[in-house]
């Protein structure tokens, strides 16, 4: 099991900063990649960025160049860097894990994926 919980979400003016914070408890050893979504109403829920253990990352073409993601592997923390925010980026932002845990000798596993409780950016022009 995996806890994830956010902070980090606010108020801030168009063009200002913002970074999210995932923290990480639980069988945090099996955690493989991490992701941040947002949801805003109205809208479906999207992938903003996606990092992998290794550290390899991807982002949506429209926070491209003005987010960044990053991690703690030791820890298995997890963070969102947000410049140059645009009333758009408006949304509740969700730390996603996959996990996987090897649960026999055989090599059997199991494999879930765990959700924070979100944290709400909201910019303003």
């Known amino acids: 099991q995996v806890q994830l919980v956010e902070s980090g979400g606010g108020l801030v003016q168009a063009g200002g900063s913002l970074r999210l914070s995932c923290a990480a408890s639980?069988?945090?050893?099996?955690?493989?990649?991490m992701s941040w979504y947002r949801q805003d109403p109205g809208k479906e829920r999207e992938l903003v960025a996606k990092?992998?253990?290794?550290?390899?990352?991807t982002y949506s073409e429209a926070v491209k160049g003005r987010f960044t993601i990053s991690r703690d592997n030791a820890k298995k923390n997890m963070y969102l860097q947000m410049n140059s925010l645009r009333p758009e980026d408006t949304a509740v932002y969700y730390c996603?894990?996959?996990?996987?845990?090897?649960?026999?000798?055989?090599?059997?596993?199991?494999?879930?994926?765990?959700w924070g409780q979100g944290t709400q950016v909201t910019v303003s022009s």
């Open positions: 639980g069988r945090i050893s099996s955690i493989t990649d």
């Open positions: 996603n894990a996959d996990w996987r845990h090897v649960i026999n000798v055989e090599g059997a596993r199991v494999e879930k994926t765990f």
């Open positions: 990092i992998t253990s290794g550290g390899g990352t």
